[in-house]
Every structure is written in C-alpha cells, then in structure tokens.
C-alpha cells in the first residue's frame, strides 16, 4: 500500500534540475508532497487532487496522471535550500481515510 | 506563536520505564495525529483524533495510550518502553478528517537504553 519512490537519492549542484517519481499499485484519488529538512519536522509542499493536475510551489512543481497512477516533483534551477527528504502521500480508505507516506527521496544541493 | 508545538524534544530513558509527549496545536483545526519515524527515516501513522474521538488505531501495540482532553491537545503515553520504540515521534494536526495539508510539530526524539 505504501506509494514507491524513486530515485531513493538524488545529489545536485546548485541549479541543477530534478525529478522525484511517486507511484502506487492501487489507484490514486490524491498525491500529497512534504519536504523535511535535517533534523526538522515535515513541511507541506502541495496537495495535487485531479488527474493531469499540475500544482506550483517557488521553483517546484509536481504533475499527477491518475491513469498511471502516479505523480512526479519537478525541481527546476534547484537552490541550497532545497536539501532535504521529499515524502509523497497517498490516501488509503478503508473506513477512515489514512496518508500513507513513502520511504522519501534525499535530495542534497551542492555549490 | 508555534502552530503544534510538542515536549519534550528529547526523552532518553531506560528500558521498562512509561513516559508520555504531549503536543498542542493552536489553529483552531479540528484533527490530530501521531506519526512515527524510525532510523530510516520512514514515517508511519499512529493514531489520529478528530474532536477528541479516536479515527484512527493503526495496529500500535496497546503500550501506546493516546488522550485527548481537548481538540487543541493530543498526549501520547506510552508504557514498559522497548528499544524499538527508539524513533522520533511526530505530532500532527490538520483542519479537516482528510489529512489535508498536515502541519506538523518539532518531534520529541526518543531514545531507549
């Protein structure tokens, strides 16, 4: 159930771009993005909600195609403050909706 | 103001031993969580209230004892302490049932000994 993403690492220089992938076997109703930075708390990036969905946040955007169930975070001229562990969530129902995270991308900005 | 704020931030303690976390939220919103991250980094949910009502138990040995006394406060307790309980556990609260934009606290790192 747990969503699956890819790469598990990713190092850049700065302005450098990325693309971290999220895909679920079971079908997508949503695709929710946090960052988390060392030794900090998860901080929401966006929420995408429809199939096709494009959403923005700074320099970073994330695309979601319902058909291939799966969703994909664009990081464009990446900054140093980019560093961080990226997580992709899925919603699971089963009663009472529950955000199951996936194992994270580290993402790591150079000069 | 901090939105959720939790304490303590570190809890070291020994084998056996109960302790809780408390967490608070200020933003009024309506559902509260407790996630858990291990050493790799994996974050996992625990439980979550939405109005002080229980929606959520994800299959957490019942040595974990979640209360709400309120909307704004989730504690966790948690007794006879295992060293896999060893992880940082993360407060959470978000103004709806479905898990919209999640605003998390600091994490309380717990070490067991």
């Known amino acids: 159930q747990q969503p699956v993403q890819s790469p598990q690492a990713v190092i850049l220089r700065e302005g450098e771009d990325a693309v971290i992938n999220c895909s679920s076997s079971?079908?997508?109703?949503?695709v929710h993005w946090y960052r988390q930075k060392h030794g900090e708390a998860p901080v929401f990036l966006m929420i995408l909600l429809k199939g096709g969905e494009q959403k923005g946040h700074e320099k970073i955007s994330a695309s979601f195609n319902e058909k291939k169930q799966q969703s994909s975070l664009y990081l464009t001229a990446s900054q140093l403050s980019y560093s961080g562990t990226y997580f992709c969530g899925t919603l699971i129902s089963g009663g009472y909706n529950k955000l199951i995270f996936g194992a994270g991308t580290r993402l790591a900005v150079h000069p | 103001d901090t939105a959720v704020s939790q304490t303590p931030k570190y809890l070291v303690t020994q084998m056996g031993n109960d302790k809780s976390i408390k967490c608070e939220q200020n933003?009024?919103?309506?559902?509260m969580y407790w996630y858990k991250q291990d050493s790799k980094k994996f974050l996992k949910i625990m439980f979550s209230y939405n109005n002080k009502e229980l929606i959520i138990n994800e299959t957490v040995p019942n040595r974990f004892s979640p209360k709400s006394p309120d909307k704004a406060h989730l504690n966790l307790h948690i007794n006879s302490l295992e060293l896999g309980d060893s992880a940082v556990y993360f407060c959470?609260?978000?103004?709806?049932?479905?898990?919209?934009?999640?605003?998390f606290g600091s994490g309380t790192q717990l070490s067991v000994l």
């Open positions: 933003l009024g919103h309506d559902t």
């Open positions: 079971k079908a997508l109703y949503s």
């Open positions: 959470a609260s978000s103004p709806g049932q479905g898990f919209e934009k999640l605003f």
